[in-house]
């Protein structure tokens, strides 16, 4: 339908009047973005000013940002862990909010598996459902016809859990209810087969997921296209309201069937996505930080789709768009929608050096074109001054709302000495190890690391698993121990200082784990209470369990044949 000019948007031409609308939206949000983040946080406290967390500090119900800095120090939390706690036994009093804490969101957590319970109100829902609304408005204007078909999305929650007091406990993600994993993606992805020629668009929250979803096709394609050919559901699939909804779908389909099995029985599984769902123009899936050691793989998949990452959002908080979604997983960044929270920035620097022993966090729209910085949030349901561990990059300003590229979680994840090494250091070496294995048709397509300190000196371990696609030409032990070696190479200074001069760390490891190691190490985790929907390989492990589990799969090891290049004079 043909749109108004008064309601088209610089962002472009908008696909139909409701879109123009959200356009309009986010235009006029982000021209006032100090004046809304203003407005934010004096809504957030006056309507939690006679909480007990607040009291604490003596805020006296004043609303003003320099009084609300000046009294509220930034937590982490562990800081904020007991008043969880808590509530979470069951104490309805207003402690954070003074609106009801209506569930827990909880985090990804630790490797560990322990994880974190995020208070939510059920005014947050609204709120976190008007950046979905944007969603589609945006993505429209760089693919049109998107109406005209359905997108298959692989989404999962655990079963709810309730806390001691009776509150719910659930990851943060609608749809998908059926809590026995097999049993929801079977269901997913045999709709998906039967949907197949309407699937514009193939997602799942994570990247991870989307390829745990066609390794999921790769081991029961044969069940799934003889359902299709009888009509008859698996007798695995015992889910009741599951079934009944099956039930109505599922029809004999024999020549679908026969393409499933043709596709599916190919040994080349290149450009599987496209081969099964030919009309796809898009993966939506997060590919940023972590996830984008999985780029290679969703290409290999899907024959290079674009990858679409189309918002910013944790447990504790969503936080806002990419208004360019079609854009290379490299230059992926994120507006911040002021209206979401209260937010400030804690400067970062790169190199590690802290200049200031209390330093001064920066609002919203004072952030400056290409520094770092650390998230920290003020939420309406009792989030005060929290630091999210997320270290971000200003790359530039829709209107006055800064754009930012997510560079990694702050925690460091390995260190034997002196030495730090954090997630994008740790995946930048994984990768530079990783050419070495193209002439071999070989990719890295997990990983995770150990820091090994039984060994004297310690040393670092490196678990690969790798997706050798021609068996004849596999890279040899020799190829391998060079590629320990060229990780070491692309590791800072203080880490080759400690394995050239100071004789402090050994010779990096690597060992190659069989293929489905860590879909084994997935299922660990969802068995104790993960959420396969937010499951993230973790890039560090230590868990003894997980450990175990790991080294029995181990198929070889690999060490650094030499020692990497190291002078005095070399600083970086």
């Given amino acids: 339908m043909a749109v108004d000019d008064a309601l088209s948007s610089p962002l472009g031409p908008p696909a139909c009047e409701k879109d123009a609308k959200a356009l309009q939206f986010i235009e006029e949000i982000t021209r006032n973005t100090d004046s809304v983040q203003e407005d934010v946080l004096a809504k957030i406290l006056t309507q939690n000013a006679e909480v007990e967390y607040l009291k604490r500090f003596n805020l006296d119900g004043v609303t003003d940002r320099e009084t609300f800095k000046s009294k509220i120090p930034m937590i982490r939390y562990d800081d904020l862990q007991p008043e969880i706690q808590r509530i979470a036994n069951g104490d309805r009093s207003s402690i954070l909010s003074t609106h009801p804490i209506s569930e827990f969101l909880t985090s990804s957590g630790t490797s560990a598996g322990e994880r974190k319970l995020m208070p939510t109100i059920k005014q947050e829902l609204d709120r ?34 309730r806390t001691p007091g009776g509150l719910l406990a659930r990851p943060p993600n609608e749809a998908i209810l059926c809590a026995d994993s097999f049993q929801s993606m079977y269901t997913q992805m045999l709709c998906g087969l039967l949907e197949r020629e309407q699937v514009l668009r193939v997602g799942a929250v994570f990247a991870s997921g989307l390829l745990r979803a066609i390794r999921f096709l790769q081991l029961h394609w044969r069940e799934l296209a003889g359902d299709i050919e009888s009509g008859m559901l698996n007798k695995e699939i015992t889910d009741p309201s599951v079934k009944d909804c099956m039930v109505k779908i599922l029809k004999p389909n024999p020549k679908l069937a026969e393409f499933v099995r043709m596709e599916c029985g190919k040994e080349n599984w290149e450009g599987i996505i496209t081969r099964i769902w030919p009309n796809t123009k898009y993966l939506d899936v997060i590919v940023t930080g972590a996830m984008a050691q999985y780029i290679p793989t969703l290409d290999y998949y899907s024959g290079g789709l674009p990858l679409a990452c189309t918002m910013y959002a944790s447990s504790e908080c969503y936080f806002g768009l990419n208004l360019n979604p079609m854009c290379k997983p490299s230059e992926v960044c994120y507006t ?13 620097d790169p190199a590690g050096f802290t200049h200031d022993s209390t330093p001064k966090l920066v609002d919203l729209a004072d952030v400056e074109l290409g520094k770092e910085y650390e998230l920290v949030i003020t939420t309406y349901a009792g989030l005060y001054r929290y630091q999210v561990g997320d270290i971000l990059r200003v790359t530039g300003f829709h209107n006055s709302a800064p754009q930012f590229h997510f560079v990694r979680r702050k925690n460091v994840l390995l260190s034997i000495d002196s030495d730090k090494t954090d997630e994008a250091e740790l995946q930048k070496a994984v990768e530079n190890a990783s050419h070495l294995l193209r002439e071999f048709n070989t990719s890295v397509v997990e990983y995770t690391s150990y820091a090994d300190t039984k060994t004297i000196p310690g040393h670092y371990v490196i678990y690969w698993e790798l997706l050798v696609k021609d068996p004849a030409n596999s890279p040899s032990d020799e190829v391998l121990n060079q590629c320990c070696l060229a990780m070491e190479e692309c590791l800072n200074s ?10 402090s760390i050994g010779p990096l490891e690597i060992r190659v784990v069989k293929n489905g190691t860590f879909e084994e190490l997935m299922d660990y985790a969802i068995s104790r209470g993960a959420s396969i929907n937010q499951y993230k390989v973790p890039r560090c492990v230590n868990f003894t369990p997980i450990m175990e589990l790991l080294d029995s799969r181990v198929v070889s090891k690999h060490f650094s044949p030499a020692l990497p290049y190291w002078t005095p004079e070399r600083r970086r």
Avoid at 134 to 139: A, E, F, N, T
């Fill in 128 to 161: 976190r459902q008007l950046l979905y609304s944007l969603l589609m408005p945006v993505m429209n204007l760089y693919v049109p016809g998107l109406d005209k078909g359905k997108g298959l999305y692989f989404l999962f929650v655990k079963s709810e859990t």
């Fill in 336 to 348: 911040i929608m002021p209206n979401m929270a209260y937010f400030e920035f804690l400067p970062h």
């Fill in 494 to 503: 203080v880490y080759r200082q400690g394995r050239v001069a100071d004789c």
